[in-house]
């Protein structure tokens, strides 16, 4: 079963939700549902009279419900994505697939590190069940304001002024990474981190301001508060938007790879064959949802004794072996043969035990490479007392610079990711009766010197309807196909052509009678990018 089928049929903005092909934006009003009974006081969500969101930022008003009759022309932006994600430059996924492993404390402290460097950061607590910032962040205050007219959260500010300063010189911490964030802290103070997490929100998920108790709610409603929690909140301007990713490869992490345009994603891991296995299915699950690999950290790798002398309480671990796969699955290498990547992992292993933790310096390598966290009391105890390790270390701390190390290379990879960008804008032209599939043109210089001019892809709209693998199309069991070419009329035409993530776009049809004892037609789709060539190849299969 390919995954093209399995998207389709696994969609979350389907019926009975607010998330329809990524529109939360348009619809949000239903954010006050899962919301609601949130008292005032100490946290809680708070109702504004004003317009203006409080300090929200935000991007003007939210996109009016998309008019629904007729023919759509090419989507306007506030279609595609929620305004609220229109300022953010880049949305980054910090994911493991395993859960313990240390997700929040990487994602918390990354965004501190990307935040002492000048960026404009915020993060989102995806993890509904397990909210995790409400323990390890402390905000200027608890209030979560809920705009009542743009009917948008307004995420909390946390200071991100560090305890001390990094300077040069003086273990881990004494490199280019660190001097440089210490030079942005002392030139100017760091912009506040935005954050929201449903702990906050939530009239029963403690420890946070909206209440104490456990999330109690099936997958559907889970998924639907996570994708709100990302369209919903005035984001504002930001360079990065992390998102501390719940584990698992499912309804949660399909939504949001759908409603979200994820830059890359930080990989993490512990040492423990258990986690290794796991993380394998969470790099396959971002592949195939065209997220790229940005770096791969390993946590609890190892820890220094009062003597000096370290220790590997978990054994040597997986990394070397993750970033080949890592790269591979990104598109970064060819895939490696197994003895090869046995031995690849074998000697940068070596090369990481005698000169360092961070990086394995291996032959095509994850764009950002690898790094390695010890375990530590320090980290603990930030954590736990809301002052993560990057904000509280003392100048040349070896995790903080270790911290700051993958900052850096996460903003290096995410940017050498944007620049190779191969996604192409499909609309509707009535005028050629097409869906327009284009492609940007190519890097290379044509056979005459110049650039060559971007590649157009033309389906007719029968042939896209008909190539349709939801579940009312396909059989999931027999994968018997269930829609016909005969059942869709030649005439049908897209109403709505929206994104869904990086790796494939949603079209909304218009509906037309089906004939009698045929399966109901399905009004939405979901086409993977890759299907689009296969589909003009094959069109002739699918004409009346």
């Not at 990307?114 to 993890?127: E, N, P, Q």
Request: aromatic share 6%; with cysteine; hydrophobic share 40%.
């Amino acid at each position: 079963m390919n995954f093209g089928l399995v998207a389709s049929r696994r969609r979350i903005g389907d019926r009975g939700t607010a998330t329809k092909f990524g529109l939360v934006a348009a619809r949000h009003a239903a954010l006050l549902r899962p919301f609601s009974g949130c008292g005032g006081g100490k946290g809680g969500v708070v109702i504004e009279s004003s317009s203006g969101g409080g300090g929200g930022g935000g991007a003007g008003a939210p996109a009016k419900p998309p008019h629904r009759s007729g023919r759509s022309q090419e989507p306007t932006k506030q279609q595609q994505v929620s305004e609220n994600l229109a300022g953010i430059k880049h949305i980054i996924a910090v994911s493991s697939c395993k859960g313990g492993v240390g997700k929040s404390t990487v994602s918390v402290n990354l965004a501190c590190a990307l935040a002492a460097s000048g960026h404009r950061v915020g993060l989102l607590d995806a993890d509904v069940f397990g909210p995790s910032l409400p323990t390890m962040l402390t905000p200027e205050s608890l209030a979560v304001k809920l705009c009542a007219q743009r009917k948008h959260v307004v995420p909390l500010q946390i200071d991100m002024t560090p305890d001390h300063h990094y300077h040069a010189g003086g273990g881990g911490g004494g490199d280019d990474a660190a001097a440089a964030a210490a030079a942005a802290a002392v030139a100017a103070p760091p912009p506040p981190l935005k954050a929201i997490s449903y702990g906050w929100v939530g009239p029963n998920a403690g420890p946070g301001a909206g209440g104490k108790g456990a999330a109690i709610m099936r997958g559907p409603m889970v998924s639907r508060v996570a994708t709100q929690l990302a369209l919903g909140t005035a984001w504002g301007e930001l360079d990065y938007l992390l998102v501390d990713m719940p584990p698992g490869t499912g309804d949660i992490q399909l939504s949001l790879c759908q409603s979200l345009h994820f830059s890359a994603a930080v990989i993490v891991t512990t040492p423990q064959k258990l986690a290794y296995v796991d993380v394998v299915k969470g790099i396959e699950m971002f592949e195939k949802l065209e997220v790229p690999a940005v770096a791969v950290v390993e946590n609890m790798s190892y820890f220094d004794c009062d003597l000096g002398t370290r220790y590997r309480p978990f054994g040597d671990g997986f990394l070397e072996q993750l970033e080949v796969l890592a790269a591979h699955k990104s598109g970064e290498e060819a895939a490696p043969e197994p003895a090869a990547a046995a031995a690849a992992a074998a000697a940068a292993g070596a090369a990481g035990a005698a000169g360092g933790e961070a990086g394995s310096g291996i032959a095509g390598d994850v764009i950002g490479g690898g790094f390695r966290l010890p375990i530590s009391a320090a980290v603990s105890e930030g954590s736990d007392g809301g002052r993560p390790i990057v904000l509280a270390a003392e100048a040349g701390d070896e995790v903080a610079g270790t911290y700051h190390r993958l900052a850096a290379a996460v903003a290096d990879g995410v940017d050498a990711i944007a620049a190779k960008n191969s996604r192409p804008d499909v609309s509707f032209d009535p005028t050629r009766q097409a869906v327009v599939a284009t492609y940007a043109a190519t890097a290379e210089a044509g056979a005459g010197g110049e650039e060559e001019a971007p590649l157009e892809l033309l389906i007719h709209p029968a042939v896209l309807r008909r190539n349709c693998r939801c579940a009312a199309a396909v059989d999931e069991v027999t994968n018997e196909q269930l829609l016909l070419p005969e059942h869709v009329p030649d005439n049908v035409e897209p109403m709505r052509i929206v994104p869904k993530g990086n790796y494939a776009f949603g079209v909304d049809w218009t509906m037309f009678r089906r004939a009698k004892g045929t399966t109901p037609p399905c009004a939405q789709c979901i086409y993977p990018y890759s299907r689009l060539k296969e589909i003009a190849a094959n069109a002739h299969k699918f004409q009346i």
